[in-house]
């Protein structure tokens, strides 16, 4: 009942807060939106809200809070409770225990498809007249096939000691024009990797973009105007963070951009998201102790012990992320929904 929902005093809600942020920001480091994960770690604290508190709470519309909420009940994050006085509400599925917002991976389950996709690509690329574009095309789709079928056997496989990894060749020494007739194909290409979604991006601009570099490899600002009519400021915001994300190199001699590696969408945020995890486990260690103290001085506020038993929930997920993540940096790829014990 909505009578059972509680506001925190103002003086723990940062703690709140900070807790939220994690959720919001290890979501968006594997391309979830952060307005989604904000909403559900809202859930995973309060377990029981409706449409106007979380409004309250996110300062998000009404509108948007619907959209989410629709899509956290899609992956099984929360469900409707008892509709009671007219006012709809959602508690959180405590079955749900994966740490990052997912569902099974359709690259997966599109896996024998796509065999016969490749196969049918790889013909019509040898068909292409100008020998360079035939050349660098059936070699992106080889490299892109060898990843996409043998990376997921890999994820399956007991013996895991061998590198699945196609680095790219030499950066082209500009941007090249292509043909007609490559665009067409490369459109149809790209149009089917959008369609299963093959890389997992909340962002449809951004994965343009990743579409784009995945086919051609080097592309300049202008030429991404170009093909996606996308307005410069647009395109460049997305760039930054391609660059920052180590998915493609700058270049400013020659003013372009070059992907690092074809495999980089699968499972490239090691070192960053383990430095986070690390992090942030030591921040909410800090508040732990802090609220543990006898002469806390939080103790006389409303929301006090709440926030201190999620602390410590907190903390036990990065722990067992962590041994998760250790173990298989993969592991969100290969098992999405892995379990640990209810917190």
């Not at 968006?28 to 409706?50: D, E």
């Not at 196969?119 to 490299?143: M, P, T, V, W």
């Not at 969100?332 to 892995?338: A, E, I, Q, S």
Request: aromatic share 16%.
């Amino acid at each position: 009942m909505i009578e059972e929902i509680h506001y925190f005093h103002d003086k723990i809600v940062p703690f709140e807060k900070s807790i939220i942020d994690f959720y919001a920001t290890i979501n968006y480091m594997y391309g979830r939106p952060k307005n989604l994960a904000t909403i559900f770690g809202y859930f995973l604290i309060h377990k029981r809200l409706n449409q106007t508190v979380l409004a309250q709470l996110t300062g998000y519309s009404r509108g948007t809070i619907s959209i989410l909420l629709s899509k956290l009940q899609d992956i099984g994050a929360i469900e409707i409770s008892n509709i009671q006085h007219k006012v709809k509400e959602y508690i959180f599925n405590v079955n749900y225990i994966p740490f990052v917002l997912t569902k099974k991976d359709p690259r997966v389950i599109e896996k024998t498809h796509m065999k016969e996709f490749f196969k049918e690509y790889l013909s019509k690329g040898s068909k292409l007249k100008d020998s360079f574009e035939r050349a660098h095309f059936l070699k992106r789709i080889q490299d892109i096939q060898f990843i996409y079928i043998y990376y997921f056997d890999y994820l399956y496989k007991e013996d895991k000691n061998w590198n699945f990894e196609t680095v790219n060749q030499a950066p082209l020494e500009e941007v090249y024009n292509f043909s007609e007739d490559f665009k067409l194909l490369e459109s149809s290409f790209i149009e089917y990797l959008i369609e299963i979604d093959y890389f997992q991006e909340s962002d449809e601009k951004m994965t343009w973009l990743n579409c784009y570099f995945l086919t051609r490899e080097c592309l300049s600002l202008p030429e991404l105007q170009k093909l996606t009519s996308f307005d410069k400021r647009t395109i460049k915001k997305r760039l930054d963070k391609l660059v920052e994300d180590r998915y493609v190199a700058y270049y400013p001699q020659k003013k372009y951009y070059r992907m690092h590696s074809l495999t980089h969408s699968f499972g490239s945020m090691e070192g960053k998201v383990l430095e986070f995890l690390r992090n942030s486990k030591k921040k909410f260690k800090g508040f732990l102790e802090e609220f543990n103290l006898p002469t806390s001085p939080y103790c006389i506020y409303h929301g006090y012990h709440h926030i201190l038993v999620q602390l410590q929930h907190v903390i036990d997920k990065i722990d067992v992320f962590i041994s998760h993540y250790e173990e298989d940096p993969l592991i969100l790829y290969k098992n999405p929904t892995y379990k640990s014990k209810p917190l």
